[in-house]
């Protein structure tokens, strides 16, 4: 049986659930079992008493480490001792003690959030998910977005990415941001790059930002201007990209929203991302909500969508340069176009290759709203997505732990088969699933099936029909 298979079959045993449900109980002060026994494994000097107390979760422990060859080191300094990794390893626990094993895994609270910091923006771009421009007159205040942070530090979230609008532009952001690397998050932000110079750059750097993701949707200067609605904004663009190249601590990444409008740049644009030494390129898929809503004929067909995947698989697999992508399809393009070895992508931000990591990205891939993300808006109201706007919670008034584990849109997201069309029995719904915001957006139906992907065809072409049929009558 394939280790992976193993540890699967040990995940799935009641008894062991039963343990992690007792390991990652809260305390009063709000650690768990498992918390201590991660320090005392990784200051690699327990006592006797300690040794007696985690013989159980020891023993477990060198059971996964030793059937995925990780070092004891490797898991003392990188993983136990890292409050990021630590911290959503307790949420991956305690979610598999919750739930069980689940296809895809179901989370107890998110693993990561996107924080759309503020609705402020100096760009107005076609597609704008949140449709920014100036800062809502209700945002959170500062009092409010620290106890926001501490709020998801307590339920052991892992990722914060700050986005907007223009985050840069945020009341706050930096003393938020500040306070954020000090409770142990990995965070990223996502920017215009306008704002972007030597000095901000190593700023971010110093509240522990280590990751910025820099719009850039085309090699042609105004085209890119066009999409993004002024002018120079490709050039600030660019000196944001080369600002974080410079500084050996930040880790960069080149986001294009690839549209009908770049479709025929795209290998151009990850190439100039290669030779520039970007550590990552981003895909986004094009979402129909915000100011996207009155470009939906931008939107790229199933077959182009697949022509981009093709792109994005190919491009993965040379390993010049990291490629991930909002595109729930792309793990099972990833699968249809690699060899049994190759590299898959696993979600959102993850990819790994052989094996193994088929076997293991069906309880990863695919959409993650509301399981194991989420987002906050300016104003603390909690949705399932940046791309599909519809409340769940207010911070401001509501017990997010609660809503995150009741709500009934929440468990008809997590839940693949309560859908509808080919997504419902698709061979590779627990790798992708379709894109949810994008079942909303043309069919306000998240059940529905996602109209870009090839086995939707039928679907495209009624969103298709519905479009030339508004146009006809004006």
Not at 59 to 79: C, H
């Amino acid at each position: 049986m394939p280790d992976p298979e193993k540890i699967i079959r040990l995940l799935n045993n009641r008894l062991l659930q039963a343990l992690l449900r007792r390991l990652t109980r809260r305390r009063a002060d709000g650690a768990t079992t498992l918390n201590d026994f991660f320090r005392a494994y990784a200051s690699n000097h327990r006592s006797l008493g300690e040794r007696i107390r985690f013989a159980v979760p020891n023993a477990i422990t060198e059971f996964i480490r030793r059937r995925t060859g990780a070092s004891r080191e490797t898991l003392a300094k990188k993983v136990f001792a890292h409050p990021p990794t630590a911290r959503a390893l307790v949420n991956t626990v305690r979610s598999v003690g919750h739930y069980g094993l689940t296809l895809p895994q179901k989370f107890v609270a998110p693993l990561m959030v996107v924080w759309n910091f503020t609705q402020a923006c100096n760009f107005k771009c076609q597609h704008c998910y949140q449709n920014a421009h100036r800062a809502l007159p209700d945002e959170l205040s500062l009092d409010e977005k620290i106890a926001v942070v501490d709020k998801l530090a307590a339920l052991d979230v892992s990722m914060l990415a700050f986005s907007g609008g223009e985050p840069l532009m945020g009341q706050n952001f930096w003393e938020v941001a500040r306070h954020a690397g000090e409770v142990g998050f990995h965070m990223s932000v996502a920017t215009n790059g306008s704002l972007l110079n030597a000095e901000t750059v190593q700023r971010l750097v110093d509240c522990k930002i280590g990751y910025a993701e820099i719009s850039l949707d085309s090699l042609d200067p105004a085209k890119h201007d066009t999409f993004r609605g002024g002018q120079g904004y490709w050039a600030a663009a660019v000196r944001g990209i080369d600002a974080c190249l410079a500084n050996p601590k930040m880790k960069v990444g080149v986001a294009t929203t690839v549209t009908r409008m770049n479709l025929d740049e795209l290998e151009s644009i990850i190439q100039w991302a290669i030779d520039r030494k970007v550590n990552t390129f981003y895909a986004f898929n094009f979402i129909p909500t915000g100011r996207g809503r009155d470009i939906v004929d931008a939107d790229l067909s199933p077959q182009q969508r697949e022509r981009m995947l093709k792109i994005l698989q190919k491009t993965l697999s040379d390993d010049k340069i990291a490629v991930m992508s909002s595109a729930t399809q792309y793990g099972r393009a990833c699968i249809e176009l690699g060899s049994d070895d190759g590299r898959i992508n696993t979600g959102h931000y993850g990819y790994s290759s052989g094996k193994k990591t088929r076997l293991l990205a069906r309880y990863v891939g695919g959409c993650g709203a509301g399981r194991c993300y989420c987002a906050i808006q300016p104003d603390g109201k909690v949705t399932p997505c940046v791309f599909l706007p519809i409340t769940i919670a207010d911070l401001r008034t509501d017990d997010f732990q609660q809503v995150w584990l009741n709500h009934p849109l929440l468990k008809v997201l997590r839940d693949r088969e309560d859908r509808t069309g080919h997504c419902l029995n698709c061979d590779y719904k627990y790798y992708c699933g379709g894109c949810r915001a994008r079942a909303w957006g043309y069919f306000q139906d998240v059940r529905r099936s996602d109209p870009g992907c090839k086995f939707n065809q039928a679907d495209w072409d009624k969103v298709v029909r519905a479009a030339e049929d508004e146009k006809a009558t004006g």
